[in-house]
T-cell receptor, first 114, second 114 residues
Framework: GAVVSQHPSRVICKSGTSVKIECRSL??????MFWYRQFPKQSLMLMAT?????????EQGVEKDKFLINHASLTLSTLTVTSAHPEDSSFYIC??????????FGNGTRLTVT | AQSVTQLDSQVPVFEEAPVELRCNYS??????LFWYVQYPNQGLQLLLK??????LVKGINGFEAEFNKSQTSFHLRKPSVHISDTAEYFC????????????FGTGTLLAVQP
């Protein structure tokens, strides 16, 4: 079945640095990818929707200059957390779909900013 | 605007007992409904989905859900739970369309006790 690979699964970075998270669709072309953020014991909050070759659409309240999303190919989207701060520590999950197909989720990335 | 309500944050149940996890939604248009399961520090796995047709939907791991339009509900049920069913369960709604953006409920922790 379709698989979405997310890397890294865990990352620790120092405050002020940037970190990149990759989301790859392994056996299908992901025309649309979604990035979610999940705080401990809370639900998933949609951060942005990205379509291949175009700019991402950010949800209200999400800083596009802080959370840079690039969807340069049909199999790869990246989320870069720039100038990370401890409050950015969270679980980030990507999901991907092809036209007419259901969403497939990655296994998430646990970001800890010290 | 669409929204999803999961009234129970946690549902404790004994092994081999039946369980129902409640989900109510609000939307002004027709919706697609989903249930996902999340194990600790992992992404989401699709349990089942309602797109159209029969209102009783069967999913993986013995789970089923019933779409009730008049009550705007999509409750998840399993006749006999196992210890391995312990996880967080999320109900989600999508108004369809090309983006299939999902809006998640706050989740219900199913805690199966021996």
């Amino acid at each position: 079945g379709a698989v979405v690979s997310q890397h890294p699964s865990r990352v620790i970075c120092k405050s002020g640095t940037s970190v990149k998270i990759e989301c790859r669709s392994l056996d299908f072309q992901a025309t649309t990818m979604f990035w979610y953020r999940q705080f401990p014991k809370q639900s998933l909050m949609l951060m942005a929707t990205s379509n291949e070759g175009s700019k991402a659409t950010y949800e209200q309240g999400v800083e596009k200059d802080k959370f840079l999303i690039n969807h340069a190919s049909l199999t790869l989207s990246t989320l870069t957390v720039t100038s990370a701060h401890p409050e950015d520590s969270s679980f980030y999950i990507c999901s991907a779909r092809d036209a007419g197909s259901p969403l497939h989720f990655g296994n998430g990335t646990r970001l800890t900013v010290t | 605007a669409q929204s999803v309500t999961q009234l129970d944050s946690q549902v404790p149940v004994f092994e081999e007992a039946p369980v129902e996890l409640r989900c109510n939604y609000s939307s002004s248009v027709s919706v697609y409904l989903f249930w996902y399961v999340q194990y600790p520090n992992q992404g989401l796995q699709l349990l089942l989905k309602y797109l159209s047709g029969s209102t009783l939907v069967k999913g993986i791991n013995g789970f089923e859900a019933e779409f009730n339009k008049s009550q705007t509900s999509f409750h998840l049920r399993k006749p006999s739970v196992h210890i391995s069913d312990t996880a967080e369960y999320f109900c989600a709604v999508s108004e369809g369309g090309a983006t299939n953006k999902l809006i998640f409920g706050t989740g219900t922790l199913l805690a199966v006790q021996p």
